[in-house]
């Protein structure tokens, strides 16, 4: 009996009249909790009810106060017929559950109803009173902090980063049961949210379950989301990442924090540190065994796609065992826009073209890593690890999954040998052994050359190696900790749903995940990393087909997290070797390399190799060097698909997922060639399955790495040389092409240090003619539709420009042969530029861009297209939904002009195929402004600043220490401004910064009123506003004021700012109270009268933002971050006038100062302290 | 091929639904007018894109057209609130920073001269509603914005028509609108609760903000609220004993010594100042029988809706004609008043200033040379 909850519901206002007869409401109240419920008496004739009530009081096991959320039920007393419900209110007391976040929650909250929508708004007060539990087999992880940030939160350390942990569970849809048929949609939509609410926080038990386990106190990157399988079932699932998190107690000034001490039992960080032994890693435990492995076969299907970088693909396909159950794979490393780039959609036949072509021999060991079919290997290595599976799997499920497939092989991204694809079935039992013996990667890092890697690896090895899925949610990581990147890794599957045997059961998910992990992992090992970071999952659902895709960064890491706080001091010296291009060198071994990518190298240290282009899904690391700023590139796609049911459907998906992602690759090197940069971050790639259609959607941020080689141009080759206007017309394209990259290079400000074109010109030249020799041989015969040759780039752009006018030696080259290809050129030029004052990215921040102010803007915005022509080409359906896209972008901007000077940051776009016919797109991100004067300037700098001052720059940003450079988000990248930190004192290089800060913000005054100091006051002013409502009457209830004292109420709505991003530009945040996570449904049978689709889903979204708000505020919190939208399911039946929405949205509850104020108020010692303490930590 | 392109040209794809949600609601003032004007979406765009934002910003009339349908649809939604200012500063559907609501609401509460005379003292009624399309097709305002601001009117009017206490303090206070609005809305309520007829062609000259001083004067003297602020309907309705009391000022022109003993009281002091000295001994008596009469007469409603006409008729028209300057005018008047306080038989000084207060700053304000 740990807890005892108490709640009090104090008043009620702008309640919805409820009687007609009177017009006003006799309104009560039921406060619920698990199957206990309190009533208030009713407070007739009112609509701004005053409850007063008592406390009611509820004494709960720890385990439901996770998992139940606390329901209150505003009602209209009616004495002759049932009482109706007004609506209800949901709250999450999670929060109150850890002994570091909030102690109480109160304030007012919308009365939401499915139906209405908001109608009025509630007061309440809710606390907690927890007992120590030390039972250790409860079931319950109070205080387990919980974090959607992407990165180790502002105001903590981390002192170990355990890893991965998962969860998944599932339920009936409640939508989908019988009883759904007889009662209202309004008590099918309550128990929808109740259920979905009762998951997550069941799923958040138990996954704090396992970090407590694994000796964890907090999960950061934690990532929930639903999958709405239909008939089969309600699926809850989160992954994240289990820290140990210490909070730096010195940047939380004790005047201004509100009372930490609480009497929660968070289980003591050292206990839980010894109590788990790291070895149990990350395995999810399921109450049950899995034992899908043979089940899978007669579920049938299953198909699964890994890819990112494709270049080229087989199908080989076992003919007599039919597509019954297939398997395609590929492998994709990302940096590869490489060379023969196999292009094309050949169809499977056509990879025999490339047969000629044979990699380097090394290479073909590790691929063959990646190639073997992994899915098999889970389960052999969760025989060595974990006891609890039953032996029968490993026995059955080799056979059911070998046999029916047929694989593209892993292209790892160049031109994809046949020879891999037949080393596969001869390494295969190999690589099985490598894995199941817990050591898979070791074997191919022993073998590799370079020392230093290797003695990397192997600090790191040992700790990773022993985890089951050594991944990471997070994308920002402490510098230090990222030594290497690789590149992007993923993996899709074509699951069927109606071919689960016990759909109420976890397993069967799990065991499709299990295997997209494994397929991960074993993607990463090819790259030559031990670890993925930057990973996601996803799902895409269109009827009984559902894609399961899951991407991350391959990526070796340093072992400074990965031990306890101990073993810290002793790597302390490796956080000052690696540099700051280190991140760029390349993980795997040059003379090893698991796919044919130029190397070059590095134009930073000089020392190692780096690949000509990056691909990743993390954020720019602080310590990256950046020429000159970012911009958002985004790769659309548009396929039609026959219309079929069952097998049919996912095969023919299944076979058109490797082409998709080719092409949308593909886009993304043209898009990023033409900007005239050489690396993505944060790639995001979005697969959306339709009834008739496929939509692909890659989003990423474009940034020119100063460690890496400038990109060549691109070139376009006509095929029939003969025709004069047609080489005209083919000349004409190629100078807009050069038009554009030129202008690019001048809006993003990419000018390559000259000063260092020379020298390492010579290395280059002496690397690229290898290189050459070894790609060449393919080029003369590969006649493709349209064929990329990469070649040395060169890093001087008046090379770049001469050179691109003849000769394919030095150029990008796009070879155009048919319209197709001319309309993909012409869609690459199509993309129109932001307008002038503008930036736009989907990492957290612009890189190159410093000068933040604090005016922010976060927005959520959906459109749903209708194709009227449904038989429509691909081109037809590839222009729409790249027009769709610019549009949408092009809205925003104008949108937002009046914050000009400003970057979109954090664009995430959600693409979804509701229906037949519709496209939808929704878009969040957040506009921050950018200090006027300080853009000059800044650009100016960065145009002169030569690579020798980054260099030092970022030596001397490596002394910061990560919570320094967290402390100023104003500019907390280190590389272009750095030359101002470097020369001047730090504190005065960021005082302007704070200034402009504080009074650009244009709501400054407003916000006054709501900051942290005032944070107790506000709790009062609320209570004193309700007061005085009570004494003077509002119009509405018709009595008479005289000249009352009645203030102006808008002091009583505390401002809640929201952001996708981890933080607020001139803020420092001081407290995290909590995660947020909050499901939705809206639905109506008056769609007209509410204005339509639009005005329905505009009232909803802006309904379910003020929801958010409310809660936040109620916990004592003035902004979100992190904050993302999930899920927008949007339904609509005009001809019905009804339609439905659901929408999913989470983030982090946050206390925030204004810098300005940390250093007005006494504090200003204690921010002195926080810079030398935590000096004093970085080194 | 070729059929294929064709197709594909042909293919038009329709916005099903397209919304903007900013966490602090964005609301640019030039669409927002355009919406309060009643502009329709495609006037609006139309409207904008003369205004030269398109070029400004490099949008297209897609994009103008897609902003200004989400923000009209965002002022919609915030309509219910705006009616009801209070609410606005307490609800959380949106969020706005407290000037952007002042700003929406002392907007939404602004009204167009034009209009405010064509329904100035009338009947705040379903039936002057029905005839605003009238209105609409006389001002060029849209119909769409004359309700609106017949609904602002009407619903001040019903706010403020019950309440204790000061007109002017009431409507900030409910309304939450800046002190001169406040006042423009104590006059039309003044004005529509008291039914001053403000149509008749011979006041057409007059402007709103005429009669809004001409309001105020009354509403701070007349009514019972000037004297006791504690009573009920204060302020909207004139004091009726001093109604009364006004009968007794007849006796300044009934009483024929005392009228001209007051003339002669107002040629000694006038003499030599002005222009129209002769004129004025000349219309003397007839002037001065004007402004008592009209003042005996008050006590009839019929009466006191012919306040301001009976003024123009009684007093300004005479003067005007003879071409008195306001200068003229003013200092006749003060004369008149004070050479009242005089006389000796004359026993009814207070009511006397009352009266003759507000109407002196009346008929200067109203005397347009």
């Known amino acids: 009996m740990p807890g005892k ?222 999958d709405l399988e239909g008939e089969s079932g309600l699926v809850v699932r989160a992954i994240g990442t289990a820290c140990t998190l210490d909070k730096i107690s010195s940047t939380c000034p004790a005047a201004v924090v509100p009372n930490l001490s609480n009497s929660s039992p968070s289980k003591d960080m050292k206990d839980s540190l010894q ?130 497939r047929s694989r593209t092989p892993p292209l790892l991204h160049v031109s994809q040998s046949d020879t891999a694809m037949l080393r596969k079935s001869v390494s295969f039992s190999e690589d099985l052994l490598l894995v199941a013996s817990g050591m898979g990667s070791g074997g191919s890092a022993g073998k590799e050359a370079g020392p230093l890697k290797a003695l990397l690896r192997q600090q790191t090895q040992s700790a990773l190696e022993q985890r089951e899925f050594p991944f990471f949610t997070l994308t920002g990581f402490p510098v230090g900790f990222l030594l290497h990147v690789g590149g992007v890794v993923s993996a899709r599957s074509v699951k069927l749903l109606d071919r689960i045997h016990n759909p109420d059961e976890p397993e069967t998910r799990d065991a499709w995940w299990e295997e997209i992990r494994q397929e991960i992992k074993s993607h990463a090992k090819a790259l030559g990393c031990h670890a993925v970071v930057g990973y996601s999952e996803s799902t895409s659902i269109c009827e009984e087909v559902c894609i399961l895709s899951a991407s991350g960064t391959a990526a070796i890491l340093s072992s400074r997290f990965m031990q306890d706080g101990a073993l810290d001091t002793e790597h302390r010296f490796e956080d000052t070797a690696p540099p700051a291009c280190g991140f760029c060198h390349i993980p795997y071994d040059e003379l090893n390399m698991p796919f044919p990518a130029q190397l070059t190298y590095c134009h930073c240290c ?113 095929k029939t040389p003969s025709d004069l206007t047609y080489e005209q017309h083919v000349s004409n394209m190629q100078k807009k092409i050069n038009d554009t990259i030129a202008k690019n290079k001048e809006l993003y400000e990419i000018s390559p240090p000259k000063l260092f074109t020379l020298d390492p010109d010579a290395f280059v030249n002496i690397n690229t003619e290898w290189v050459e020799e070894v790609i060449g041989s393919p080029i003369p015969e590969s006649r493709q539709r349209s064929r990329i040759f990469r070649s040395h780039s060169e890093s001087s752009d008046e090379v770049l420009e001469l050179d691109l006018s003849h000769g394919k030696k030095d150029a990008f080259v796009l070879e155009i042969d048919d319209t197709d290809a001319i309309e993909d050129i012409h869609s ?65 901007y104008f949108k937002l002009r009046s914050m000009v000077p400003c970057c979109l940051c954090h664009v995430n776009f959600i693409v979804a ?105 506000r709790r009062g002013s609320i209570k004193t506003t309700s007061s005085l409502e009570k004494s003077s009457p509002l119009p509405d209830s018709r009595s008479r004021s005289l000249r009352s004292n009645r203030s102006c109420p808008s002091s009583s709505v505390a401002v809640v700012k929201m952001t996708p991003l981890s933080f607020l530009p001139g803020t420092k945040i001081i407290k995290y109270l909590g995660i947020i996570n909050m499901f939705f449904i809206r639905e109506t049978t008056s769609l007209r009268e509410e204005g339509g689709v639009s005005g329905f889903l505009h009232s909803f979204i802006a309904e379910v933002f003020a929801m958010v708000r409310a809660h936040v505020a109620a916990l004592g919190g003035n902004a979100v971050v992190s904050y993302s939208m999930k899920e927008c399911v949007f339904m609509e039946n005009p001809n019905k006038n009804q339609a439905q929405c659901l929408i999913n949205v989470s983030g982090d509850a946050v206390i925030f100062i204004r810098e300005s104020e940390l250093e007005a108020t006494p504090s200003q010692t204690q921010s002195g302290n926080v810079q030398t303490s935590s000096n004093g930590e970085g080194t | ?216 004067q009354l509403i701070n003297n007349w009514t019972v609220g000037a004297v006791d602020n ?47 000295f002769n004129e004025m001994e000349a219309n003397f008596k007839n002037l001065s029988r004007g402004l008592v009469n009209i003042a005996a007469k008050l006590t009839n409603p019929k009466d006191v809706r012919d306040f301001f006409i009976d003024l123009i008729e009684k007093f300004i028209e005479p003067c005007r004609s003879d071409r008195w300057t306001a200068t003229d005018v003013n200092l006749y008047l003060t004369h008149y008043t004070n050479s009242a306080h005089i006389l000796d038989s004359f026993k009814h000084q207070t009511v006397w200033t009352r009266y003759m207060g507000v109407i002196k700053s009346c008929i200067l304000r109203m005397y347009h040379e």
């Open chain 1, 5 to 226: 909850l108490k709640a009090k519901i104090v008043a009620g206002r702008h309640l919805p009249v409820m009687d007609r007869a009177s017009d006003l409401t006799d309104a009560f109240v039921e406060v619920k909790f698990g199957n206990t419920t309190f009533k208030t008496d009713v407070c007739p004739k009112s609509l701004n009810p005053q409850w007063n009530s008592e406390w009611f009081k509820f004494e709960v096991d720890d385990e439901d106060l996770q998992d139940e959320p606390l329901q209150i039920t505003v009602l209209d007393h009616d004495t002759y017929s049932a009482n109706d419900a007004i609506g209800k209110v949901y709250i999450d007391i999670d929060p109150l559950l850890c002994s570091e976040a909030a102690t109480v929650i109160s304030g007012w909250f919308p009365i939401y109803d499915t139906i209405h929508g908001i109608r009025g708004e509630i007061n309440v007060l809710v606390k907690v009173d927890l007992f120590n539990d030390l039972n250790r087999f409860r079931q319950s992880s109070c205080g387990v902090k919980f974090f959607c940030t992407m990165s180790i939160p502002r105001c903590f350390r981390a002192m170990v980063i355990h890893g991965f942990v998962e969860e998944l569970v599932v339920n009936e849809d409640p939508e989908y049961q019988w009883i759904d048929r007889i009662r209202t949609p309004r008590a099918s939509n309550e128990a929808r949210q109740r259920l979905i609410s009762l998951m997550s926080g069941e799923l958040q038990r138990k996954i704090g379950l396992k970090v407590l386990e694994m000796g964890g106190n907090a999960v950061v990157g934690y990532l929930q989301c639903f």
């Open chain 1, 275 to 404: 109590a788990v032994p790291s070895t149990l890693g990350c395995r999810s435990t399921h109450s049950s065994p899995v034992h899908s492995a043979s089940s899978r076969l007669s579920q049938g299907f299953s198909v699964s796609v890994p890819t990112l970088l494709f270049a080229g693909m087989k199908n080989r396909q076992r003919s007599s065992e039919g597509p019954r159950a297939r398997q395609c794979r590929a492998v994709f490393g990302e940096e590869a826009p490489g060379v023969p780039l196999s292009s094309g959609p050949p169809t499977p036949l056509r990879a025999q073209t490339f047969s000629s072509f044979s990699p380097s021999k090394s290479y073909s060991r590790q691929s063959s890593s990646s190639d073997t079919e992994l899915s098999l290997t889970p389960k052999t290595a969760r025989i060595c690890l974990s006891p609890s599976s039953p032996l029968h799997q490993c026995k059955s499920s080799p056979l059911p999954t070998m046999v029916p």
């Open chain 1, 606 to 718: 000089r020392r190692h190799k780096v690949p000509d282009v990056l691909f990743t899904t993390i954020d720019v690391p602080t310590e990256a060097s950046i020429t000159g700023k970012g911009c958002l590139i985004q790769a659309r796609l548009c396929r039609t698909k026959k219309k079929a049911q069952g097998e049919g459907n996912a095969t023919a998906i299944s076979n058109l997922l490797p082409f998709l992602e080719y092409e949308l690759h593909t886009q993304l090197l043209n898009k990023l060639k033409l900007r005239g940069m050489n690396a993505l971050f944060g790639l995001r790639v979005q697969i959306s399955v339709g009834d008739t259609m496929l939509l692909g959607l890659a989003s990423a941020t474009g940034v020119y790495l100063t460690a890496l080689p400038s990109p060549g141009g691109i070139q376009i080759a006509g």
């Open chain 1, 828 to 892: 690459l030029l199509t993309d129109a530029p932001t307008p002038p004052g503008f930036y736009s990215c989907n990492t957290e921040i612009m890189p190159g861009i410093y000068n933040w102010t604090s005016s922010l803007q976060m927005f959520t915005s959906v459109r749903v297209f209708r194709l009227s022509n449904a038989n429509l080409t691909n081109q037809g359906l590839n222009k729409i939904f790249n027009d769709l896209c610019e549009n949408l972008l092009k809205s925003l």
């Open chain 1, 913 to 1017: 195929v509701p229906e037949d016919e519709l496209i939808q797109v929704a878009v969040t991100a957040v506009a921050m402004s950018l200090d006027k004067d300080q853009t000059q300037e800044n650009g100016r700098q960065s145009g002169d600043k030569t690579l020798m001052k980054a260099i030092t720059e970022n030596e001397e940003q490596l002394q910061f220490p990560l919570e320094l450079s967290a402390e100023c988000p104003s500019n907390p990248l280190s590389s272009a401004k750095g030359l101002s930190e470097v020369s001047g004192p730090l504190p005065s290089a960021r005082a302007p910064s704070v200034d402009h800060s504080s009074f650009t913000d244009r709501c400054s005054s407003w916000i006054e009123q709501i900051r942290l100091k005032a944070h107790t006051i």
């Open chain 2, 1 to 216: 091929m070729l059929l294929v392109v064709n197709t594909a040209a042909v293919v038009k794809m329709s916005v099903e639904l397209d919304v903007f949600v900013g966490n602090t609601t964005i609301m640019d003032k030039e669409v927002y007018q355009l919406w309060l004007n009643g502009y329709t979406v495609s006037d609006a765009v139309k409207v904008r894109m003369e205004g030269g934002v398109m070029e400004e910003c490099e949008a297209s009339a897609d994009v103008l057209l897609s902003d200004t349908m989400d923000q009209f649809r965002t002022f919609q939604m915030c309509e219910r609130l705006l009616q009801n200012p209070a609410k606005l500063a307490n609800q959380l559907l949106f969020q706005i920073p407290p000037d952007r609501q002042a700003m929406l609401i002392e907007r939404y509460y602004a009204f167009d001269d034009a209009f405010v005379r064509e329904v100035l003292g009338k009947k705040l009624s379903k039936g002057t509603k029905k005839d605003l399309d009238d209105v609409s097709a006389k001002t060029g305002i849209t119909l769409k914005s004359c309700r609106r601001q017949f609904d602002n009117f009407k619903r001040v009017f019903k706010v403020v028509e019950e309440l204790k206490g000061p007109l002017v303090e009431n409507i900030k206070q409910h309304f939450l609108l800046p002190d001169p609005l406040a006042r423009d809305y104590a006059a039309i309520v003044f004005f529509a609760n008291n039914r001053f007829e403000t149509g008749k062609k011979k006041l057409q000259y007059l402007t709103f903000h005429d009669f809004a001083f001409c309001a105020g």
């Open chain 2, 230 to 276: 504690m009573v009920e309907d204060m302020d909207v309705d004139l004091d009726k004993e001093f109604l009364q009391d006004l009968k007794d000022l007849k006796i300044l022109i009934a009483d024929k010594d005392l009228l001209d003993q007051h003339k002669s009281l107002v040629c000694v002091a006038l003499r030599g100042k002005t222009k129209v």
